[in-house]
């Protein structure tokens, strides 16, 4: 079983930036897509970036742009890094699994990030 641990979170200003890292207890390099994930407080938990071992990155709209995902899979560590960070950023952000991958590994506690405006 793979575990996941989520760091880098905090409390930033508007405009600021932070990097996320994801660090898996085990191989990742065969797992074809990873994505970092975030869940806003009264909101549902949305994919807002992800990679594949090999081939382009998505990103969602609402931080296309701003946010870039890159992986190491030597390392066994997923990382995002964010940019003119928003206050709608603000959330618990997880990493797990992506699509068209149709299964999850446990997900871990999540790292939180505050952006105020």
């Known amino acids: 079983q793979v575990n996941l641990v989520e760091s880098g979170g905090g409390l930033v200003q508007a405009g600021g930036s932070l990097r996320l890292s994801c660090a898996a207890s085990?191989?990742?390099?065969?797992?074809?897509?990873m994505g970092w994930y975030r869940q806003a407080p009264g909101k549902q938990r949305e994919l807002v970036a992800a990679?594949?071992?090999?081939?382009?990155?998505n990103y969602a709209d609402s931080v296309k742009g701003r946010f870039t995902i890159s992986r190491d899979n030597a390392q066994n560590t997923v990382y995002l890094q964010m940019n003119s960070l928003k206050a709608e950023d603000t959330a618990v952000y997880y990493c797990?699994?992506?699509?068209?991958?149709?299964?999850?590994?446990?997900w871990g506690q999540g790292t939180q990030v505050t952006v105020s405006s």
């Open positions: 085990a191989r990742i390099s065969s797992i074809s897509a």
């Open positions: 990679i594949p071992s090999g081939g382009s990155t």
């Open positions: 797990n699994t992506a699509p068209p991958l149709g299964w999850a590994l446990p």
